[in-house]
T-cell receptor, first 112, second 115 residues
């Protein structure tokens, strides 16, 4: 079983919709939770990160972490066609030597 | 600043051929990484280098070797390519610090096909 599970989609929504992307994980040592965005034929780029449990908001994007359920979410409000990309969750432990463990990625298309 | 650059962008090999993927970063980062990305598997770590002069195996190191040539450059070598190594390869770097959330910066990727 994978340490990080993420529904690969594809997910298709109309412009303006609220998008919910999720990951579950099994390793209780994970403390840092990140969302990367990857446009087609490009490398991933960091979108947001959260430490431990709680919420973090950045413009139209909100990241949530529920460590008790081992579940993280990324919400996109007022989605735009430019949000069409693959979204990867990533996690790591506490120490500086910890490596990132990635989810498979969810492919999102926002239709005009 | 170019960030993380990778060469080549595309490559087709025959089974048994060898090649080296090149990666360079101009951000003065200490740590560098090589990943492969496959459908249904996500990004998997092949090798990483926490600092100049050190390299360590990641999740899927078999069939690969790496060299941290200097602080800027980190190469990945396939000695005898196999069809199972058909993938998109990404190099990444980050500034090593106390907090592991330090952003990893990714290159544009190398698309490798092994026939």
């Amino acid at each position: 079983q994978k340490e990080v599970e993420q529904d690969p989609g594809p997910l298709s929504v109309p412009e303006g919709a609220i998008v919910s992307l999720n990951c579950t994980y099994s390793n209780s040592a994970f403390q840092y939770f990140m969302w990367y965005r990857q446009y087609s034929r490009k490398g991933p780029e960091l979108l947001m990160y959260t430490y431990s449990s709680g919420n973090k908001e950045d413009g139209r994007f909100t990241a949530q972490v529920d460590k008790s359920s081992k579940y993280i979410s990324l919400f996109i409000r007022d989605s735009q066609p430019s949000d069409s990309a693959t979204y990867l969750c990533a996690m790591s432990g506490e120490t500086s030597g910890s490596r990132l463990t990635f989810g498979e990625g969810t492919q999102l298309t926002v239709n005009p | 600043n170019a960030g993380v650059t990778q060469t080549p962008k595309f490559q087709v090999l025959k089974t048994g051929q060898s090649m080296t993927l090149q990666c360079a970063q101009d951000m003065n980062h200490n740590s560098m990484y090589w990943y492969r990305q496959d459908p249904g598997m996500g990004l998997r770590l092949i090798y990483y280098s926490a600092s100049e002069g050190t390299t360590d195996k990641g999740e899927v190191p078999n069939g690969y070797n790496v060299s941290r040539l200097n602080k800027r450059e980190f190469s990945l070598r396939l000695e005898s390519a196999a069809p199972s190594q058909t993938s998109v390869y990404f190099c990444a770097s980050r500034e090593r610090g106390e907090r592991t959330y330090n952003e990893q910066f990714f290159g544009p990727g190398t698309r490798l096909t092994v026939l």
